[in-house]
């Protein structure tokens, strides 16, 4: 019995013993492979990242040239000294510390420079590549960095040609501090014997470590030039386009794993090679943990086994915690920084409208102001497709007029339809109440998406859209609208598809019209958070009619008044001011020139007096010295931000609040959902989002200031 009993027990440690083996071996060769996967993860984001923050500042300064190009193509004169002084005022609305020179080569090599530079004859400039390349590709050129060698500064070239009628006038060239790129070369953090450069797409280094290896002379030091062909695998890395990483015996005879990323404003990579000792530091502590781990037996197996698998489990949440973080840190980014240009661009083409008294002018500002608030339309449609995704899309009831959104629609789109040849027909129903309770944001969005829809898809014909109620209660109708079109028409089988997110149909026909594919499913998200109803029927290749619906309750049952145009749209006159204030003070501070700039001039015919501050630090300093009725105050901004320089205005009553700057109004590009409520939580007055809405940024000065001190102009007035 003692004897089974023994043997029993040799079998059942033996069996312990193998399954401990047998499991810490697994756990080795999993955890290894996690340890590797998550590290080329993380080195590959590192290198990405910091090639996005240079592919940022890149084209942000090309977007600055183009943006340039496109007013000298509209100004058309290109007499050197007109031209020579023009730039010189361009420049100044620039950052100098940034912009070295802006300049504009002609094809015979006259060149009309900012810094006062007149060429000899002896450089044929018409040759640079930088002349060369931007006359060849039609778009904006960013050149590779170069090394003054007297300033020991970084210079990059960012050139445009400009074409008139199809004649080339020339190429528009900025020459920039690049010391941006270089800084964020320097502050990358990587472990001990590790580090990152610089390279262009012909190979040359732009930055290194080393300094041997650095510009010299008027050349680089190419990868190519090493002896032994040290840098053959990283060579091929760089023309793979697939691969990411490679392992290469470096220079200084260690190997390290070399990770690549490429700046999509000019043709550079960053590189990071990472020392093999550190990339193997965590696999030779796994080893050490496993040994350990082995003699402590089937107790700590088991621990270990519970730790795996929960961490397992939680893992996945973990990800999509942290995806979903970066999802919104993104979201937001982009709102700013894409919404930044746009306020810049659309602001200044409302100044172009106001002002100009050319028909030809004022045509083409108009079709800019079309075309930036299409991207803006864009922007948002992705915007809201994410808020909805994450369950943030929230519905915002109160009063409105049926009226105006009426005639929204036909502002908005009959001018669309009419320049495509299409009839457009709106037919309203007589008994629709004046008023109503809803989110009538929201409806106007799910009316534009439907009708953008039919106009896309029609390419002649008519868009019908009828617009009705149906009686449920005294206080309570069913809202509903149908467009039907004379277009392509959807497939049967497609019809289920074109309410899912970014899904285009039939794309082989489609391919010419434009869009994100996010607009019908925004619509039947906004109608399923409504309550609503959405029905499509088509014929395809005859048209198509979309209906939808929704509950709303009844504030005046007034009838609509039906305009006596009829189906006509009525187009909104040029805008005029709807107060006058000469006696407030107001101060504008942001970072950016031209924001200040715009403001300023947006609020020109209300006789608001206007200061501006390009820093928080600049504020607080004018605030001590005048008093401000309303300040509009910038969040993200160097040094002191928005946020930062109004708590110092709270916090200082006696020297800000008593002088009666306590009246502070957030103006930025973060559109995000919460937004709003979170500047207003900061202790902010009220939020305006940019683009800036003339009449939104009036309606705030309404809310905010006394009665006494504005004088209202009525509509009837203007």
Known sequence: MKETKRKFIKIISLICIACISTTAIIGFIFSKKQIETRSINNYQQIAATNAEKISAWMGEKGAIVESVSRTLVIKNDFDIDLLRNYLTEMKKAFDDEVFCDLYFTYPDNKMACTNGFVPDGTIQFVQRPWYKKAVLSGEVHYESPYLDLDTKNYIVTVSKAIVVDGKLKGVLAADLYANQITSVMDSISLPKNSYAMLIDSNLGIVTHPNEKYLYRN?????????????????????????????????????????????????????????????????????????????????????????????????????????????????????????????????????????????????????????????????????????????????????PYSVEEIIEDIKNTHSTVAKAKGLSFFVNVDKRLPSSLYGDDLRIKEIFNNVISNAIKYTKEGSVTVNVGCEIISSETIKFFCSVTDTGIGIKEQDIAKITKAFERVDIAKNRYVEGTGLGMSIVSNLLALMDGKLEIKSKYGEGTEVYFSVLQ?????????????????????RYKNTIKAPGLNVLVVDDKEINCKILKKLLEPTEIKVDVALSGEEALEKCKEKKYHMIFMDHMMPGMDGIETLNCILENKELYRDNGSSTVIAITANAVKGAKEEYLEKGFSDYLSKPVDTRMLERIIIKHMPEDALEVIEEEQQ
């Open 218 to 398: 008027g050349k680089y030091t190419k990868l190519d030039m090493f002896e032994n062909q040290v840098y053959l695998p990283l060579m091929q890395l760089v023309k793979k386009p697939g691969d990411n990483y490679t392992w290469n015996l470096d220079y200084d005879n260690n190997k390290r794993i070399f990770f690549k990323a490429k700046v999509n404003s000019g043709d550079y990579y960053v590189i990071i090679g990472i020392d093999e000792k550190q990339w193997n530091r965590e696999y030779y502590d796994l080893i050490r943990f496993y040994i350990g781990a082995m003699s402590l037996l089937s107790l700590i197996i088991g621990i270990i086994n519970v730790n795996v698998f929960t961490k397992e489990l939680i893992k996945p949440v973990h990800k999509a915690e942290v995806a979903s973080k970066a999802k919104s840190q993104f979201l937001s980014s982009m709102s700013h920084e894409i919404r930044t240009p746009i306020n810049a661009i659309l602001g200044m083409n409302e100044l172009i409208l106001r002002e100009s008294t050319s028909e030809n002018i004022t045509e083409y500002a108009e079709n800019i102001s079309t075309a930036g608030k299409t991207l803006l339309g864009l922007i948002s449609d992705i915007l809201d497709m994410s808020k909805i995704e994450a369950g943030k899309m929230a519905i915002e009831n109160h």
């Open 553 to 573: 309750k009844v504030i005046d049952a007034t009838p609509i008044k039906v305009n006596k145009t009829g189906n006509k749209a009525l187009f909104k006159p």
